[in-house]
């Protein structure tokens, strides 16, 4: 489902929203320095993907702007609703909060099957691969927007695409079209293995040492 903007729509906090909820460009480049010089409310994207084994993943985006501003509280709240958004966007379930003081909006998802979004997260033989072109997510730092993105997978990361890679999982912190991929299936614990050989053979020594003794 593609997303409507009236071409009357005001910058400021329900075109934020509308761009935290389908994050694609939703006002001209030059608008949004125009905006973001004349207003204190600076925002902020928080977008978590967490890749199951099963085919599905794990979603949560949260989007807050740094004002305390009653206009702008009353704003994130009445459009603080994924309605209108489309992609891997359509199915959260959204809340409105205020963390410490300023208004966040939090969408999240649990167990969205990778075929409601073709395109986004493909699993081909034994590795997954998620394009954020294919979901619909800002390939501009354009806004000015303080932007958080990570991927976990179930297995080792196996491209990260310039993002910053801790255990499983690849985060990134500017706007931009990234392709990451990651195994399907965690590594075989080998250290833990070893671990055990040893722990066994030296409780097997040591118990032949006492029958011997």
Request: some cysteine; hydrophobic content about 30%.
């Given at each position: 489902?593609?997303?409507?903007?009236?071409?009357?729509?005001?910058v400021g906090t329900p075109v934020f929203l509308a761009f935290?909820?389908?994050?694609?460009?939703?006002?001209?480049?030059?608008?949004?320095?125009?905006?973001?010089?004349?207003?204190?409310?600076?925002?902020?994207?928080s977008v978590r993907i967490v890749i199951n084994q099963d085919?599905?993943?794990?979603?949560?985006?949260?989007?807050?702007?740094?004002?305390?501003?009653?206009?702008?509280?009353?704003?994130?709240?009445?459009?603080?609703?994924?309605?209108?958004?489309?992609?891997?966007?359509?199915?959260?379930?959204?809340?409105?909060?205020?963390?410490?003081?300023?208004?966040?909006?939090?969408?999240?998802?649990?167990?969205?099957?990778?075929?409601?979004?073709?395109?986004?997260?493909?699993?081909?033989?034994?590795?997954?691969?998620?394009?954020?072109?294919?979901?619909?997510?800002p390939s501009s730092s354009a806004y000015g927007i303080d932007?958080?993105?990570?991927?976990?997978?179930?297995?080792?990361?196996?491209?990260?695409?310039?993002?910053?890679?801790?255990?499983?999982?690849?985060?990134?912190?500017?706007?931009?079209?990234?392709?990451?991929?990651?195994?399907?299936?965690?590594?075989?614990?080998?250290?833990?293995?070893?671990?055990?050989?040893?722990?066994?053979?030296?409780?097997?020594?040591?118990?032949?040492?006492?029958?011997?003794?």
């Open positions: 489902m593609a997303v409507t903007v009236p071409k009357h729509r005001s935290l909820l389908s994050l694609t460009l939703l006002i001209p480049p030059s608008h949004a320095v125009t905006s973001a010089a004349s207003d204190d409310s600076d925002p902020s994207i085919d599905t993943y794990d979603m949560t985006v949260i989007g807050q702007l740094k004002s305390k501003s009653s206009s702008d509280k009353r704003g994130m709240k009445e459009s603080c609703n994924p309605s209108d958004a489309g992609g891997p966007f359509e199915d959260l379930k959204a809340s409105y909060s205020e963390r410490n003081g300023l208004p966040t909006c939090t969408l999240t998802g649990k167990s969205i099957d990778l075929s409601e979004v073709d395109g986004f997260i493909k699993h081909k033989d034994d590795e997954y691969t998620l394009d954020t072109q294919k979901g619909q997510f932007y958080k993105f990570s991927v976990t997978f179930p297995g080792e990361v196996t491209d990260a695409d310039g993002g910053k890679v801790s255990g499983t999982t690849v985060t990134f912190t500017e706007p931009g079209r990234y392709q990451v991929s990651g195994k399907d299936t965690p590594a075989f614990p080998w250290v833990w293995v070893i671990v055990g050989v040893v722990g066994v053979g030296a409780i097997g020594g040591g118990l032949f040492w006492f029958l011997k003794h």
